[in-house]
């Protein structure tokens, strides 16, 4: 049975009280249906003249900017012809005046299930402005696309919050992001008045493949549920002179660069990292960002079973081998990265600058996932509570 989204739910029985508001929708290109429908157009259909403000995320409404730290400005919507505030432009905080226009916040955004990916933190600071500026917000629950159970890698330490990671989460939540919103807005005191509308027919265990819904990509370089499942490791390449794929037709399933001996890496490889996946050599040239036009070696990660699959595991050994075997070409990437000008870019991604130093000294990765036991232990036991699905 298809899973039915918080978007549908909410057209099918929306609460009574919302009839008397002035609506405002934070929203981007996969924010529709069933039917290809976009979340802002059913809002507008079943609220006429009601919906009165759009605001939007990293990359965009239309989701057209390809990179980092690429701003959009504010713009009318062409055809609603009402205000679009951008989110990552000159504010990535609403201000007064974006919330002036409303009475109640609609956030319907499709998360990936990764610590670093912006969308989550917009929410927390539109969370925080409600509360601020006295609005309601509903947040339209959508499917954690990399599933419900699996966590993944360290918790953020306090010297590394960035617009990449605001809260002490693990690189692989296993939330959705209506349980994200809960676990912000109640665990972490934001305190303002919000509501989810859960899915229907979602379960924890499944991927996105899984719940009959159409993949519309989030951001540029996400096009398949695929790149979604590899980026919780596949990201880590961002804070490196490795090439993550961008500028490739397999964004985030690539990685690679000119000086690197695929061959070598992989029998560098230890333990199961490669649980469901395949380390496929391969060669490319990216047609933009790092390494554009030049020939670049490295991988194409084929996921072969998902549910073994540990996307975080496989990054953090192929960075200990690459930095072990090309030391003197590989470097890490200096700031700025994602309005951060001073720290390593992944200190921020990693969210824990010992991780890092970890690698710089070859320490097994077996021995750094060990040490995360008890943490993720406590988070999931926190977590449980805002639980929404079984």
């Not at 979340?39 to 403000?53: C, D, M, S, V, Y």
């Not at 959009?72 to 002036?100: C, K, Q, W």
């Amino acid at each position: 049975m298809s899973v039915q989204t918080g978007i549908e739910r909410f057209m099918d029985s929306p609460p009574a009280w919302v009839s008397k508001c002035r609506i405002g929708l934070l929203c981007n290109p996969a924010s529709v249906n069933r039917d290809f429908t976009h979340t802002r157009k059913l809002i507008h259909q079943k609220f006429p003249e009601q919906l009165t403000a759009l605001y939007s995320p990293q990359h965009g409404f239309f989701a057209e900017k390809q990179d980092n730290m690429i701003e959009s400005g504010d713009m009318v919507d062409p055809e609603l012809h009402i205000p679009v505030f951008s989110l990552y432009g000159n504010d990535r905080i609403p201000t007064r005046a974006m919330f002036d226009e409303i009475d109640l916040l609609i956030i319907d955004l499709q998360d990936v299930g990764t610590r670093v990916y912006t969308f989550i933190y917009t929410m927390s600071y539109c969370l925080e402005s409600a509360k601020k500026y006295n609005k309601r917000v509903i947040i339209l629950d959508r499917p954690n696309p990399i599933n419900g159970n699996t966590i993944e890698g360290n918790l953020l330490k306090p010297d590394c919050v960035s617009f990449v990671g605001r809260y002490p989460i693990p690189m692989r939540h296993g939330l959705t992001i209506g349980e994200l919103g809960l676990l912000f807005n109640e665990y972490f005191n934001i305190g303002c008045q919000l509501d989810i509308i859960p899915m229907k027919h979602w379960n924890r265990a499944m991927f996105f493949q899984d719940t009959g819904l159409p993949w519309v990509p989030p951001s540029p370089n996400l096009p398949t549920p695929i790149s979604a499942m590899v980026y919780p490791g596949q990201v880590l390449w961002e804070g490196t002179n490795i090439s993550e794929g961008r500028g490739t037709a397999k964004p985030f399933e690539m990685l690679g660069a000119p000086f690197m001996d695929p061959v070598k890496i992989e029998q560098s490889l230890e333990g199961n990292c490669l649980s469901g996946a395949f380390l496929r050599p391969a060669a490319f040239e990216p047609t933009s960002n790092k390494w554009a036009g030049q020939f670049c070696r490295g991988f194409q990660i084929h996921v072969t079973d998902p549910k073994l699959f540990l996307p975080f595991r496989l990054a953090l050994h192929l960075l200990r081998s690459i930095f072990l075997l090309h030391k003197n070409q590989f470097a890490w990437n200096p700031p700025p990265y994602e309005y951060e000008f001073e720290r390593l870019p992944i200190d921020l991604i990693l969210g824990d600058k010992e991780v890092r130093k970890q690698i710089e000294n070859l320490e097994s990765p077996q021995k750094i996932e060990k040490s995360w036991d008890r943490a993720l232990t406590e988070f999931k036991s926190i977590c449980s509570r805002f639980y929404l699905y079984d």
